[in-house]
């Protein structure tokens, strides 16, 4: 049987460093999965545009396509974006749309990853207050998410963690900075800032600006080991599933 397509959309953006980092990460899912076809598509601002890749593969004879949302957390591009635009892909298509991306312990693993590549150590996190930050959202279920993420750091054995936002909701990243350089007495002797986006642009950069008050920013999740394997993961969840509603049925 031919697996899936794997069509991974992403948001999109101005900045070209966006695209490059969504490509490398894709290049990443590829190699580790030889034998599954991975292909790119943006919601907006950068080539190739969603319904241009769907047109493609319904022209090449593709039935089968599973739709990742490169995106941390369920709000409006998961749930309406992307589904408007799913809808209106050729009617050849069957297509999947996976669920996103968090919570996930890979997520967990891969924000240490890049605590420790920006200079700590696991030693440090006893003394080491995070700030959390995230893009920002104004629906509720992506800032329990964000939230539920913050505990799960914190279950880690770091001193403390905070969630902030780079926009729509509060706390500011650098209001998060300053509540953890308050706290001290209870053991908080450096704070970090750990961006829980995927790639650079203008709200990572708002994030990197509020962390200045910071003694360790952290680089975003990026082409990471583990959210290429966590792609993977919410693929083969989305194809099981599908397979046990065939059953079913």
Not at 36 to 62: M, S, Y
Request: net charge positive.
């Amino acid at each position: 049987m031919t697996r899936p397509v794997l069509l991974v959309i992403a948001h999109g953006s101005r900045d070209p460093r966006h695209a490059a980092t969504v490509h490398a990460l894709v290049r990443r899912v590829g190699c580790l999965r030889p034998g599954v076809r991975v292909e790119t598509a943006f919601l907006d601002f950068n080539v190739p545009p969603v319904a241009g890749v769907l047109e493609r593969l319904a022209a090449e004879g593709v039935r089968d396509v599973v739709a990742l949302p490169l995106l941390l957390t369920r709000a409006f591009h998961a749930k309406a974006d992307i589904p408007a635009v799913l809808r209106e892909a050729p009617p050849s298509l069957r297509i999947r749309q996976a669920p996103v991306l968090g919570p996930s312990p890979l997520l967990i693993s891969a924000l240490e990853r890049r605590l420790y590549e920006a200079g700590l150590t696991p030693a440090d996190k006893r003394s080491t207050g995070v700030v959390l930050a995230s893009a920002g959202s104004t629906d509720p279920e992506a800032i329990a998410v964000i939230a539920e993420m913050a505990r799960e750091l914190r279950h880690t054995g770091w001193c403390a963690v905070r969630p902030a936002f780079a926009s729509a909701s509060l706390p500011r990243t650098e209001d998060a900075v300053r509540a953890l350089r308050a706290l001290r007495e209870d053991g908080v002797r450096r704070v970090a800032v750990a961006p829980y986006v995927i790639a650079p642009g203008r709200l990572p950069d708002r994030i990197a600006e509020g962390a200045a008050g910071a003694d360790v920013l952290a680089d975003v999740l990026g082409p990471s080991p583990e959210l290429a394997r966590l792609l993977l993961t919410r693929y083969d969840e989305t194809r099981a599933a599908s397979g046990q509603q065939a059953a079913a049925a």
